[in-house]
């Protein structure tokens, strides 16, 4: 009997039905809790003293309020991978002209050689010229993903001062291949997370909203489609086509929108026979604009918890195809494909390393910004 | 020295992350004796429930506090900060409870021997043998009929009044000196209300306890009550013996509470308009499936052949207790429930029209709904709730135009426009209710459906409420049909009366014949124990 039935709590804010003020016009600001006087904006958009509670409660998780952080700073810096890590320098003044071999691509003609072949800036002639009548701007890694190194020796060669972390079984950088690697992985990533759930929540809404024959027949097409054995699928398609980054996410889209379906789907058999849904189409509303203004907002605190975690199933799908090499095509910057390089190459502990450190700091990362979201979004903790 | 005396009583509760705390009693004193009903009324939010947790210190600590110099004494025990195991010991044995709502008191997984055990075990260590017989005799106490056999039943195969009763045998197991009845009939049917409160007279005359009973309904203290508390904003502001708070009421908040009650009359109109809408055996029949094959076996009859017919500008009351299907009648005759029969609006015939065809005659039949807290989407502002039908409909020409519109309407139901920027948590559930008949209005229908647009609301803001329908009908001809269990807010609405049971009508007629000379026998019994709370003979 300690525990007090919930329906019997009494609620600590103040009585909202027992305003004597109901009956009389009320002036703006009556009835109003104090904070949320003249509203409350989060990135420019007003918001509800709900949202501002979850926001706070998000902040105070500072475990999640860090890893997001960390994690937008490092994916902040992936996506100019190409000022950071390039075999080009950024700027290069010669002659009293400016050059931006980043934006365009110089023939060695341009830049008072001989040959009308694209310059190559490690080539010490090119370099000398240029520094003779000017400078070259280098990015801090003077390598891309796919720049072999010129000097000789055995490959994977270890972490020098040249290659910070050595370069892996074809001479190229690895740190350069690790920043474009982690781009691409985090990029899939998002487009793989925003396109499955995107058509997860239009289809759990669908069968959630109608219910009946229509979710019965599409539950049952989901039972089938899922029971698809994913990975032969991928491995018998990689050998009709090249896949690419698109082709990839494709296919993967073909199986991953299941997710989130199931919670929608719920979410909206519950809600359909809100009140205030019936009130709408008392009102006429179509039942799109149903489903959109009345019904979704109750479906995304399930998807918003969800998508850290589908960010990172999505992730790893990835790396874990790169690893088998059924992924992105050879060459690509990828680190599932270190992580293979690791494997094979025992003797060179730095590769594997890498990308062991690299992949476990990343996906950790967003394990800890999901459980953060996810209590912030917690009913059970944010009591509104 | 009184059996409970509670004196300076007060509870804040932390705010939330370090706001201020809010306080929900300030001080309160009563005291009650043996043989003696004290009620506490008050409306919601004035604390009366907070109040009766803490006689029992089952308030959600240390979340709740109380403040400096309360004191709850308990035959010279003092409660207020008592150690748990000296809690345990009078809670459910010398002081028990009744909560308000008999669907989430009872736990579902349980038997009635076991729930009633519990209690029988905890505090007298009775054997089973002992205690199975002594269940037997409360169940008999009760007035449970046919107890024997029912002892291996489950909450969910009894009914709301029996589910009440089986609490109340669980609150009296123990033969407790005080029964605190928090609410007891607020959830239940009017001839079950009557019941239940003639039990607890009986129970407390037979037992010798002091009966302590939170409620908002003034015609039940008045039926019951010795002495009678009235709790406003956390502080008691007025006591006395009953009769004499009913017959001279000295504070103001005591008087307007007695005053509130909805009275006059329905807005007068033409018996000779023309007939708006019409409706010819309705019938909603929901299937019953049994089965591997889902074959249909019955059909539960939510409405089964309901003829009506409502004048322009006329209400029609329609009075039900809870499953008697006046909610589905009003629901199929919008269209909004599937249903056999035919069904005429404005000379029309709607009852076979596809819903696509019907949505431009949405705008002249609206519903408003029962609870003002969920038929308002919480994540819309108050502009964007009221100013949905008129995109829908194409009412507004221009932003300006629709802004003036929505204006126009929260205007017309008390509101201040400046108020549509807000979202519906900011205001109460009479400010609520007032926006929900705005969203309606403002598409200047028709016909508008009330689905107890009252029951959810504190008694003086219903008689606002009320006063505020009257006053639209009368200024815009409208037309209702108003859906309700309480015949004193019907009364002061309907020109004409539909009585349903099971799904049928009953009895139909002027408000003032079925009132005064009901002719059913199940009228009689509603206005019995809606009138005068009494319960009739079974």
């Given amino acids: 009997m300690d525990d007090l039935p919930v329906t019997q709590a009494p609620s600590p804010e103040p009585p909202a039905t027992a305003d004597p003020t109901a009956g009389v016009v009320v002036p703006a600001g009556a009835g109003q809790r104090p904070g949320a006087m003249g509203g409350d904006f989060f990135l420019g958009r007003r918001i509800t003293p709900l949202t501002r509670r979850r926001l706070d409660a998000f902040r105070a998780n500072r475990r999640g309020f860090w890893s997001l952080w960390i994690f937008l700073v490092l994916f902040g810096i992936s996506l100019f991978a190409e000022f950071i890590a390039n075999d080009r320098p950024i700027l290069i003044h010669y002659d009293g002209g400016w050059y931006s071999p980043l934006f365009k691509d110089y023939s060695e003609a341009d830049l008072g050689g001989d040959l009308p072949i694209p310059a190559d800036y490690h080539d010490p002639e090119v370099a000398a010229r240029i520094n003779a009548e000017g400078w070259m701007l280098w990015p801090p890694i003077p ?14 060669a270890p972490p020098s001062t040249t290659n910070w972390l050595g370069t892996d079984d074809s ?3 690895v740190l350069a291949r690790l920043i474009y690697g982690f781009r691409i992985s985090v990029l899939f990533g998002l487009a793989l997370t925003i396109a499955s759930s995107a058509i997860g ?3 759990g809404a669908v069968q959630g909203y109608f219910g009946g024959i229509v979710d019965l027949g599409f539950q049952r097409f989901i039972e089938i489609w899922s029971g698809l054995p994913v990975l032969y699928l991928l491995i018998i398609l990689s050998s009709f086509v090249q896949p690419n980054f698109w082709w990839l996410l494709g296919l993967m889209l073909l199986f991953s929108w299941m997710g989130l379906v199931d919670v929608v789907r719920a979410e909206f058999l519950r809600a359909r026979n ?9 009102l006429g509303v179509s039942n799109r604009m149903i489903i959109w203004r009345h019904v979704l907002p109750n479906a995304t605190v399930a998807t918003i918890t969800f998508m850290p975690f589908i960010l990172n199933g999505s992730i790893t799908t990835l790396t874990s195809l790169d690893f088998l090499g059924f992924g992105l095509p050879p060459g690509s910057p990828s680190l599932g494909e270190l992580l293979a390089q690791g494997k094979a190459n025992l003797q060179a502990p730095w590769l594997g390393l890498t990308a062991f450190f690299v992949l476990a700091l990343m996906l950790s990362l967003l394990v800890f910004v999901g459980e953060a979201v996810r209590d912030a ?3 059970r903790k944010i009591t509104p | 020295m009184s059996l409970l005396e509670v004196r300076d009583l007060s509870v804040s509760f932390a705010g939330w992350r370090g706001a201020a705390p809010v306080a929900a009693v300030n001080g309160v004193s009563f005291s009650i004796d043996r043989g003696e009903t004290l009620a506490l009324v008050g409306e919601s939010g004035s604390g009366k429930t907070v109040t009766a947790l803490s006689v029992l210190q089952l308030l959600p600590y240390p979340a709740a506090r109380h403040g400096k110099g309360s004191s709850i004494r308990f035959e010279e025990l003092e409660l207020v900060g008592a150690p748990p195991g000296v809690l345990r010991e009078v809670r459910g044995n010398r002081i028990a409870m009744v909560f308000q709502e008999p669907m989430t008191s009872l736990n579902p997984l349980h038997t009635l021997e076991k729930q009633i055990g519990e209690a029988l075990f905890i505090h007298k260590r009775l054997p089973p043998a002992a205690a199975r017989a002594r269940i037997v005799e409360l169940l008999h106490l009760v007035g449970l009929s046919d107890a024997e056999n029912r002892l291996g039943a489950y909450p969910h195969q009894l009914s709301g009044g029996q589910r009440q009763r089986i609490m109340i045998a669980m609150a009296i197991a123990n ?3 005080v029964l605190v009845a928090d609410e007891p009939t607020t959830a239940l049917d009017v001839t079950v209300q009557a019941h239940i409160l003639a039990l607890l007279n009986d129970l407390k005359a037979r037992l010798g306890m002091a009966l302590l009973l939170i409620t908002h309904d003034l015609s039940i203290v008045r039926k019951m009550a010795d002495r009678v ?4 904003r956390g502080d008691i502001v007025e006591a006395g013996r009953t009769e004499e708070v009913f017959a001279r009421p000295r504070h103001p908040y005591t008087q307007r509470l007695l005053a509130a009650e909805p009275k006059g009359k329905g807005v007068p109109f033409d018996p000779a308009a023309p007939v708006l809408v019409e409706a010819k055996g309705v019938r909603v029949w929901f299937p019953i499936r049994r089965g591997v094959l889902r074959r249909i076996k019955g059909y539960v009859k939510a409405v089964d052949g309901v003829s009506l017919a409502l004048r322009r500008g006329m209400t029609l009351g329609v009075v039900g207790e809870s499953g008697s299907g006046k909610t589905t009648l009003g629901l199929a005759l919008l269209r909004l429930q599937e249903s056999r029969g035919a069904i005429r609006f404005a000379g029309r015939n709607i009852a076979t029209e596809r819903q696509k065809r019907l949505r431009p005659l949405r705008r002249e039949m609206q519903i408003v709904f029962q609870d003002p807290f969920s038929s308002l989407s919480p994540r819309l502002s108050i502009a964007q709730i009221v100013g949905e039908g008129l995109q829908v409909h194409r009412l507004a020409a221009t932003p300006q135009e629709q802004r003036r519109l929505i204006d126009e309407a929260l205007t017309e139901v008390g509101l201040d426009p400046g108020a549509a920027q807000r979202y519906p948590h900011e205001f109460s559930g009479g400010q609520r209710q007032r926006i929900a008949i705005a969203r309606a209005l403002v598409l200047k229908p028709r ?9 959810a609301l504190d008694m003086s803001v219903q008689a606002q409420i009320v006063d505020l329908l009257r006053e639209l009908q009368a200024r815009h001809g409208l037309t209702y049909l108003f859906i309700s269990h309480d015949l004193r807010v019907v009364r002061a609405m309907a020109h004409e009366i539909l009585v349903m049971k099971d799904g049928e009508i009953v009895e139909s007629g002027s408000t003032e014949k079925v009132m005064t000379a009901p002719e059913h026998p199940y009228t009689r019994e509603l206005m019995a124990a809606a009138f005068n709370l009494a319960a009739a003979p079974t």
Avoid: I, K
Wanted: glycine share 4%; charged share 20%.
């Fill in chain 1, 201 to 203: 929540v239009a289809a």
């Fill in chain 1, 171 to 173: 001479g190229r950088d």
């Fill in chain 2, 175 to 177: 033969n407790p000196d």
């Fill in chain 2, 447 to 455: 016909f508008v459906v009330l689905d107890e647009p009252t029951s």
């Fill in chain 1, 377 to 379: 979004f917690d009913p």
């Fill in chain 1, 274 to 282: 809100f009140d205030y849904v019936r009130a709408a189409r008392a």
């Fill in chain 1, 143 to 156: 390598f891309s993903y796919s720049t072999r190194s010129t000097a000789p020796g055995p490959y994977p």
């Fill in chain 2, 229 to 232: 508390c009235v709790m406003t």
